[in-house]
T-cell receptor
Framework: GAVVSQHPSRVICKSGTSVKIECRSLDFQATTMFWYRQFPKQSLMLMATSNEGSKATYEQGVEKDKFLINHASLTLSTLTVTSAHPEDSSFYIC????????????FGPGTRLTVL | AQSVTQPDIHITVSEGASLELRCNYSYGATPYLFWYVQSPGQGLQLLLKYFSGDTLVQGIKGFEAEFKRSQSSFNLRKPSVHWSDAAEYFCAVVGEYGQNFVFGPGTRLSVLP
């Protein structure tokens, strides 16, 4: 149980385009979902926290207009990277916190974004 | 705010040798502690977690960790390392009321044949 999926696993896009990444909790409901960014050989950096039905809370330094987060249901959150640039290339990981166990997070497999 | 340090950036051990990865945390109240492993290009896999109770926690793949409140530590151990254990290991802490996870910088483990 407690499986989180991400789609796509890899995406390559041209500079200036937008990319949407989906995060789904497959067998549990998640009130809260989190989006992380990971640069090569570095730790995970929290970008934003999203609660179902409300606006996401962004960490300092993360542009909310560039990284649009939607958490429309208890099993789905999306991250849209708008007007992507090469410096947005990174590994994006989502996690979901079950409504029954808010201290835990279950992580998705990550999405590798490459912006040309 | 909570913080996590992992003093060792990179550790190399021989296959079959014992392993200890260090993790120190800073948090004013009751911490919830986790160890994750990440293979290159992959997501995070939970090895074990500590919420309360027995301070020696058993995890998957033969790993264990010991919570020592007096030392603010949660070190990960394995008695005999396998080549497949080579990966990046992250310690994380979250507050008892489910505040954000804080990850340590990670320790990269290399295993010599």
């Amino acid at each position: 149980g407690a499986v989180v999926s991400q789609h796509p696993s890899r995406v390559i896009c041209k500079s200036g385009t937008s990319v949407k990444i989906e995060c789904r909790s497959l067998d549990f409901q998640a009130t809260t979902m989190f989006w992380y960014r990971q640069f090569p050989k570095q730790s995970l950096m929290l970008m934003a926290t999203s609660n179902e039905g409300s606006k996401a809370t962004y960490e300092q330094g993360v542009e909310k207009d560039k990284f649009l987060i939607n958490h429309a249901s208890l099993t789905l959150s999306t991250l849209t990277v708008t007007s992507a640039h090469p410096e947005d290339s990174s590994f994006y990981i989502c996690s979901a916190s079950p409504t029954s166990s808010y201290n835990e997070q279950f992580f998705g497999p990550g999405t590798r974004l490459t912006v040309l | 705010a909570q913080s996590v340090t992992q003093p060792d950036i990179h550790i190399t051990v021989s296959e079959g040798a014992s392993l200890e990865l260090r993790c120190n945390y800073s948090y004013g109240a009751t911490p919830y502690l986790f160890w994750y492993v990440q293979s290159p290009g992959q997501g995070l896999q939970l090895l074990l977690k500590y919420f309360s109770g027995d301070t020696l926690v058993q995890g998957i793949k033969g790993f264990e960790a010991e919570f020592k409140r007096s030392q603010s530590s949660f070190n990960l151990r394995k008695p005999s390392v396998h080549w497949s254990d080579a990966a990046e290991y992250f310690c994380a802490v979250v507050g008892e009321y489910g505040q954000n996870f804080v990850f340590g910088p990670g320790t990269r483990l290399s295993v010599l044949p």
